[in-house]
């Protein structure tokens, strides 16, 4: 069984495909650190000196190498991975379990105040803009994000409990 989660940035991916694996007795990949590991660069490198065009493609294809094994695996993506290269069918084509962490924007913003330096996508953006910022992402991202075959909402919820209510939609 291989399981995608899916989502904005901290909507957890990371975090409840850690617990999730835990829990299922599977191996997790986080998309974002195999691309680093197989680039030998950081994200954020490799959109400073090559472009997002160049990671996009990059992006598509290892997501496509790591589903073409066709492993037991939980899959945790970036969150602009969805809505790309047709990303979304390709992962479709692999798999029935793909979760979207759907998160509020007012929660997102909670979650990542305290770590603008380590979010790319946000460092620059001043604590005032955040809201605006997040809601036109989320709004762009939206119709990619709902075409998961699941969706888990995040706000207020403990890893635990996330973990709990993926595990019931999968039986």
Same mark, same amino acid.
């Given at each position: &069984?291989?399981?995608?989660?899916?989502?904005? &940035?901290?909507?957890?991916?990371?975090?409840?495909?850690?617990?999730?694996?835990?829990a299922?007795k599977?191996?997790?990949?986080?998309?974002?650190?195999? =691309? $680093?590991?197989?680039? @030998? !660069?950081? =994200?954020?490198?490799?959109?400073?000196?090559?472009?997002? =065009?160049?990671?996009?493609?990059?992006?598509?294809?290892y997501?496509?190498?790591?589903?073409?094994k066709?492993?037991? =695996?939980?899959?945790?993506?970036?969150?602009? !991975?969805?809505c790309y290269?047709?990303? &979304?069918e390709?992962?479709?084509?692999?798999?029935?379990?793909?979760?979207?962490? /759907? !998160?509020?924007?007012? $929660?997102? +913003?909670?979650r990542?105040?305290? @770590?603008?330096?380590?979010?790319?996508?946000?460092?620059?953006?001043?604590?005032?803009?955040l809201?605006?910022?997040?809601?036109?992402?989320?709004? @762009?991202?939206?119709?990619?994000? /709902?075409?998961? !075959?699941?969706?888990i909402?995040?706000d207020?919820?403990?890893?635990?409990?996330?973990? $709990? $209510? +993926?595990?019931?939609?999968?039986?």
């Amino acid at each position: &069984m291989t399981i995608v989660l899916l989502g904005y &940035m901290a909507s957890g991916k990371s975090s409840v495909s850690k617990l999730l694996g835990k829990a299922l007795k599977l191996p997790v990949v986080d998309l974002d650190h195999f =691309i $680093e590991e197989k680039e @030998e !660069t950081t =994200i954020r490198e490799i959109f400073e000196s090559k472009g997002e =065009i160049y990671f996009r493609m990059k992006e598509h294809h290892y997501l496509k190498e790591i589903l073409e094994k066709k492993e037991d =695996i939980i899959v945790s993506l970036g969150g602009g !991975t969805p809505c790309y290269a047709g990303n &979304m069918e390709l992962l479709h084509a692999y798999t029935q379990h793909t979760i979207y962490l /759907q !998160t509020s924007i007012s $929660e997102i +913003i909670n979650r990542v105040k305290d @770590e603008k330096a380590t979010r790319p996508l946000i460092t620059e953006i001043a604590d005032e803009d955040l809201p605006e910022f997040i809601g036109k992402h989320l709004f @762009e991202r939206n119709a990619f994000y /709902q075409k998961a !075959t699941h969706t888990i909402l995040t706000d207020k919820k403990s890893v635990d409990t996330l973990v $709990e $209510e +993926i595990k019931a939609v999968l039986n």
